[in-house]
């Protein structure tokens, strides 16, 4: 079975399932960053791994799509078995603001931060 992760680009606002490591049928679902490097197919720039879990928006929802970059710059990840006790990923950019001062120890918040404008 493949074990499969999404990545996206904030910039084309679009995801894809890839690859973390060149041996597909290994993985975890707290997985915090990817090993091999994805290129967006729209614009070619470096994709963010956001994990197992993850649901793209619409692409015409960029608030939305905002909220899901503020929190993969902040380190949270989509990932784990969806069953802990520690609050949802928020949708909203608002919601996200107030989340990610609120929920320093959150449990999905398993990376560095990172900054888009400069991921490459
Ligand atoms: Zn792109």
Redesign the pocket.
């Known amino acids: 079975m493949e074990f499969l992760h999404k990545f996206a680009?904030f910039?084309?606002r679009?995801a894809f399932k890839r690859r973390v490591i060149e041996e597909s049928h290994t993985g975890t679902a707290w997985q915090a960053d990817s090993k091999l490097v994805h290129t967006?197919p729209?614009?070619?720039?470096r994709?963010a791994f956001l994990g197992r879990n993850f649901r793209a928006p619409r692409q015409s929802h960029k608030n939305k799509w905002q909220s899901v970059m503020l929190l993969w710059e902040a380190g949270f990840r989509y990932c784990g078995s969806g069953y802990h006790e520690d609050p949802a990923l928020p949708e909203s950019k608002a919601e996200t603001i107030e989340f990610i001062k609120n929920n320093i120890n959150h449990i999905q918040k398993i990376a560095g931060g990172k900054c888009w404008e400069k991921y490459t």
Do not use: A, F, L
């Open positions: 680009c910039d084309c679009v967006c729209n614009c070619g720039r994709m």
